[in-house]
């Protein structure tokens, strides 16, 4: 059975940083995208980071850009994603994903992720 487990989210003041992660069970991380997106109530899911986890070409959405950081490690079969001067606009559901294996030359931002997480939920308030 393949299982994502997120954990790490929780209340954060603004200015502040998060780290959540991804603990994948079930299917070997290496070989295929990886992603985090979000959900904020009232507003559709959106792709924050992806990577290819055999090219680690990283792609970011803007509104991220530059403060968060989408990291792997292979040998916990672990993803990550370090957030750094989180405002108010970063609170949602954090969503883990994983694809199913594909060449280093599959868009991750847009590929169909097979395997989703629960959510862990990130609050950035004062």
């Known amino acids: 059975e393949v299982q994502l487990v997120e954990s790490g989210g929780g209340l954060v003041q603004p200015g502040e940083s998060v780290r959540v992660t991804c603990v994948v069970s079930g299917l070997p991380i290496d070989n295929r995208c990886m992603g985090w997106f979000r959900q904020a109530p009232g507003k559709e899911r959106e792709a924050v980071a992806t990577?290819?986890?055999?090219?680690?070409?990283?792609y970011y959405a803007d509104s991220v850009k530059g403060r968060f950081t989408i990291s792997q490690d292979d040998a916990k079969n672990t993803i990550y994603l370090d957030g750094h001067s989180l405002n108010p606009d970063d609170s949602a559901t954090y969503f883990c994903?994983?694809?199913?294996?594909?060449?280093?030359?599959?868009?991750?931002?847009?590929?169909?992720?097979?395997?989703w997480g629960q959510g862990t939920p990130v609050s950035v308030s004062a």
């Open positions: 990577t290819h986890t055999s090219s680690h070409k990283s």
């Open positions: 994903a994983a694809g199913r294996p594909a060449p280093v030359t599959t868009n991750c931002p847009t590929t169909t992720y097979a395997y």
